[in-house]
C-alpha cells in the first residue's frame, strides 16, 4: 500500500436514511449475522443513538454505531468496507466515536467482539481497549463467545 492511499483521510458525517443501500452492502460482506435494514433504520430515529459514516469522494466506506445509556455507552458496531481495510479508518471512526462520547460525558464505552476476531480485537487493544470478561455463546452463525471490552474515559467532567 503506497503511503499516499495511507494518508486518504475520510469524511465522518452523521448517517443517513440514503446511505443504507451502502451501509448494508457493507455489513452483509462483513458478518456473518449481519443487521437488518431495520435495525438500522430504528437507530437512526433515536436520539440515544448516533450513527456515523466515514466517506472517501462521498462514498461510504465504513460507519460506527453506538448508543448512550446514562453514563455509558455501547458500541454497537463498527466496520469498514473490504476494499478499504488498513487505510487506518476503523482507528479513524473508532477514535470518532471516542472523542464524541467523551465530549457528552461519557464515562465507559463497552463492546463485544468474536474470540476469533483477532483483528478487530487488536484494532480496539491499540485504541486504548481493555479486556473486562467474556459473554459465553454471545454469538450464533457460527456459536461463538463474546469477548467484552471497555474504554474508561474518566468521569467526563
Ligand atoms: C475490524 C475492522 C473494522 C478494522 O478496520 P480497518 O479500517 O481495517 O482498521 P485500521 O486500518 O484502522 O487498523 C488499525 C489497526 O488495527 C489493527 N488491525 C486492523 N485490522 C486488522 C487485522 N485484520 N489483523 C490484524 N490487525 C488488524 C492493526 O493494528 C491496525 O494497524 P496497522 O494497519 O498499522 O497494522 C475491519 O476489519 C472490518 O470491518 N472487519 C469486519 C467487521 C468487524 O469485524 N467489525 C468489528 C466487529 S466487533
Given at each position: 500500500?503506497?503511503?499516499a ?12 436514511e ?10 452483509c ?36 454505531v ?19 481495510r ?14 464524541k ?15 476469533s ?14 479486556h473486562?470478561?467474556?459473554?459465553r ?19 467526563g467532567?
Open positions: 500500500m503506497s503511503t492511499e495511507r494518508l486518504t483521510v475520510p469524511d465522518i458525517r452523521r448517517m443517513e440514503s446511505d443504507l443501500d451502502s451501509v448494508m452492502e457493507i455489513e460482506t462483513s458478518f456473518s449475522t449481519p443487521w437488518s435494514r431495520a435495525s438500522f433504520s430504528n437507530l437512526l430515529g433515536r436520539d440515544d443513538a448516533s450513527l456515523w459514516v466515514a466517506a472517501v469522494d462521498g462514498n461510504v466506506v465504513g460507519y460506527a453506538v448508543w448512550y445509556v446514562l453514563r455509558e455507552a455501547e458500541l454497537g458496531n463498527l466496520a469498514v468496507a473490504s476494499g478499504w488498513r487505510h487506518g479508518f476503523g482507528r479513524y471512526l473508532l477514535d470518532w466515536v471516542l472523542d462520547a467523551r465530549r457528552r460525558g461519557t464515562e465507559r464505552i463497552y463492546l463485544e467482539v468474536r474470540v476476531n483477532r483483528g478487530a480485537q487488536e484494532l480496539y487493544e491499540r485504541g486504548g481497549f481493555q473486562v470478561g467474556f459473554r455463546r454471545y454469538y450464533r452463525a457460527p456459536v461463538e463467545d463474546a469477548r467484552v471490552m471497555c474504554f474508561d474515559l474518566g468521569s467532567e
